[in-house]
């Protein structure tokens, strides 16, 4: 948040995702859309979606690094063609924790279990790392590209 604050992006960002532009945050993406993050004490975030990013409880392998399974939790064209419960590949210490629950379009158990995609109208965010993701992650960006031409036309 610093760097983007040092930058001057947060307000271009701010006002791009308000315009209802498509947008796909990956891994720290998601994590900057928060309130605010527990990490390095409490730092401010972008504060677009009401909730916070919490540390990885003790007692885990942190951070943690490699597959996992993402469980959908609700139909969305992000995961068109994307079987349930395929594996992602995730590298992270902290996750986050919307208030409004149905926002978690993507769920991993992970000693808890982590939003790992969030979906809100034209705003789509995973912690996982579609481009370290193989095939399945491959179909994510081409899931989303698809999807942001499609929001594009609508609004013409």
């Not at 527990?38 to 972008?46: A, N």
């Not at 139909?75 to 924790?97: G, M, R, T």
């Not at 965010?125 to 031409?149: C, M, R, W």
Request: charged letters at 20%; glycine letters at 12%; proline letters at 6%.
């Amino acid at each position: 948040m610093a760097n983007l604050q040092r930058l001057g992006l947060t307000s271009p960002i701010r006002r791009f995702i308000a315009k209802g532009r498509s947008f796909l945050g990956v891994c720290i993406g998601l994590q900057i859309l928060f309130g605010g993050t527990e990490e390095g004490g409490w730092h401010e975030c972008l504060g677009i979606i009401p909730g916070v990013v919490r540390r990885l409880p003790p007692g885990l392998k942190i951070p943690h690094m490699g597959w996992n399974q993402v469980k959908q939790k609700t139909a969305h064209p992000i995961f068109d063609d994307i079987p349930d419960e395929a594996n992602f590949y995730f590298v992270h210490s902290y996750y986050v924790e919307p208030e409004d629950k149905s926002l978690v379009t993507g769920e991993t158990e992970y000693g808890v279990s982590i939003c790992s995609v969030m979906t809100k109208g034209n705003l789509i965010a995973t912690q996982f790392h579609p481009e370290k993701s193989g095939e399945v992650g491959l179909k994510i960006y081409d899931n989303f590209i698809k999807f942001a031409l499609g929001a594009n036309e609508s609004r013409r």
